[in-house]
């Protein structure tokens, strides 16, 4: 629909006057721009805060320029941040002054804990509901994807660069000692104390790239959610950690350790499986190449994590800046376009119809996408709490403490980390 004029200078004229007699609550001026403008017949400038490097940074740069192409009146000013880390640190550094923010920028939930809680965030589901500009009949984002971007039960996010957890393993390795992929975590064991005990202790069974993931997704398995009400001394949670453990001090288990990742323990021959995000098999690809074959399985625990980034918006954004940064997210969001991004970047598809399309299972230039869909039968994310980010990377370094001292009472060493979970928790 088109607007009023009349109606637009009377609005913005109360709104001054609002804001003259209040502020934010750091004593900057707030606009009220909750008003959704439905059409943007002067050029816009949206800024998006990323850390889209090499071949995802390409793919990132085509479809901005794509997008521009067909919305004339929208430009969008990519900004490159180098890291998650520096943008991280750059967001938290800039919230204190709104109006040095972006207009969206990539991030995880965990990190706008707090600038959700001080309403600096907009809630996207009237956009996405709105008669005019909303979603209507595109396809709608898998909802597990949709409900890691949600913070105190709000859409603030839209699904970005999302990713899961996947088994990659070593063809001609398994086939040599006779083991199939496992299907379940019993199998896994077996499969690496069989790969241990054949190869004279010179190749480990299998690896976990991310040790929190390892423990949350373990913990989730058995019914139990990493929160503040955690307990790391419950039964589930020693079965979880004693399961790793028990095949470190054995040899037929290990972790990355100071290579990083497990992915060059792999491809060095040193471990016949690792799992691992889908987002690094263009290192695998390239770092086994010439050497052996390599394929992908579903992770062998029912229920997987999702992961990776959002994207979410300020609201210190004009309201025109904010329909502009919706229409770009939910072009990012078509079909066509998720599909070129997961060919080009190794991301998962956020839409069902992409994840079982044939144009992306009979990829030839990757092995994950034939098997995406067993893998991300059930997801869940990580839940959006105070110091839930903070909480969750410690639980890395405790996971890490605890598996470079197997030689040491695994329960003593359970019960010296529960205070310093705590803490963190309660900082």
Excluded at 99 to 111: C, E, F, M, S
Excluded at 359 to 383: C, D, G, R
């Amino acid at each position: 629909m088109k607007i009023n004029k009349l109606a637009t200078k009377l609005f913005l004229a109360t709104t001054a006057l609002v804001l003259g007699a209040c502020g934010g609550s750091n004593g900057e001026e707030t606009a009220n721009n909750d008003e959704i403008v439905t059409e943007l017949p002067e050029e816009t400038t949206v800024t998006f805060w990323h850390a889209m490097n090499n071949a995802q940074e390409e793919a990132l740069i085509k479809l901005t320029d794509d997008f521009m192409a067909e919305n004339e009146n929208i430009k969008i000013e990519l900004q490159n941040q180098s890291s998650y880390g520096d943008m991280q640190a750059k967001i938290n550094s800039t919230l204190p002054s709104p109006k040095d923010l972006p207009t969206i920028t990539q991030a995880y939930p965990g990190w706008l804990w707090n600038a959700a809680q001080d309403e600096m965030l907009v809630d996207l589901q009237p956009y996405m509901d709105d008669a005019t500009i909303g979603w209507g009949d595109q396809e709608e984002i898998i909802p597990s994807l949709l409900e890691g971007a949600t913070i105190n039960d709000t859409l603030y996010g839209i699904p970005f660069n999302k990713s899961t957890e996947m088994l990659f393993y070593n063809v001609d390795m398994l086939e040599e000692y006779g083991v199939d992929v496992p299907t379940n975590f019993d199998e896994l064991k077996e499969a690496s104390q069989t790969i241990y005990d054949k190869s004279n202790g010179s190749v480990v069974g299998v690896g976990f790239d991310s040790l929190n993931n390892y423990y949350a997704i373990g913990m989730k398995n058995k019914g139990v959610s990493f929160n503040k009400d955690i307990a790391l001394d419950s039964e589930e949670s020693k079965e979880v950690i004693n399961y790793y453990a028990d095949g470190v001090r054995d040899g037929y288990f290990r972790i990355a350790g100071s290579d990083g990742y497990m992915s060059g323990p792999f491809a060095n021959e040193q471990v016949a499986m690792f799992i691992g995000s889908i987002a690094g098999e263009g290192y695998v690809k390239a770092d086994t190449e010439g050497k052996f074959d390599y394929d992908v399985a579903a992770r062998p625990e029912a229920i997987n994590l999702q992961q990776g980034t959002d994207i979410y918006m300020f609201n210190s954004a004009t309201a025109e800046e904010r329909t502009a940064a919706f229409t770009y997210m939910k072009f990012l969001a078509e079909a066509e376009n998720q599909l070129y991004w997961a060919n080009m970047t190794g991301y998962m598809p956020i839409l069902e119809s992409v994840v079982n399309s044939d144009e992306y299972k009979n990829s030839t230039e990757t092995k994950v996408p034939a098997h995406l869909s067993e893998a991300t039968k059930e997801l869940f994310a990580i839940p959006v709490e105070e110091n839930a980010d903070p909480a969750y990377n410690e639980m890395r370094a405790i996971m890490e403490n605890i598996l470079v001292n197997t030689d040491k009472d695994i329960d003593e060493l359970i019960q010296n980390s529960i205070p310093q979970l705590e803490d963190v928790w309660n900082q």
